[in-house]
């Protein structure tokens, strides 16, 4: 079977039509908004000041507490469930700006 034109199609570049834009304009658009969001979203919450984050060994394996506001107040001023992790508690208390109380 003989393709009528095939060598004139083959040999002129394609064509962008208005759907064709419309859509890569689109898709240039999220690209740019998703990097947008990652830029001003993707900071951590562990670069707030306020929050203590202390990492340790568990049962299981590493385990990560990580309190921030009222909640990391409320660790610091009672640890009693974190006598294992004193120290490193201690040190990211200070570094909070939070009163570490011993008991």
Not at 55 to 65: K, N, Q
Not at 73 to 87: F, L, N, Q
């Amino acid at each position: 079977m003989i393709m009528h034109e095939q060598s004139r199609r083959l040999s002129q570049p394609l064509r962008w039509g208005r759907r064709e834009k419309t859509i890569v304009g689109v898709l240039v658009a999220c690209v740019i908004l998703g990097i947008g969001a990652l830029a001003v979203f993707g900071g951590s919450p562990a670069d707030r000041k306020d929050c203590i984050s202390v990492t340790f060994a568990s049962t299981l394996g590493g385990a990560r507490l990580h309190a921030c506001g009222a909640e990391a107040r409320s660790i610091c001023a009672s640890p009693a469930g974190y006598r294992k992790i004193g120290p490193e508690l201690a040190a990211a208390c200070r570094r909070a700006g939070y009163a570490y109380v011993s008991k």
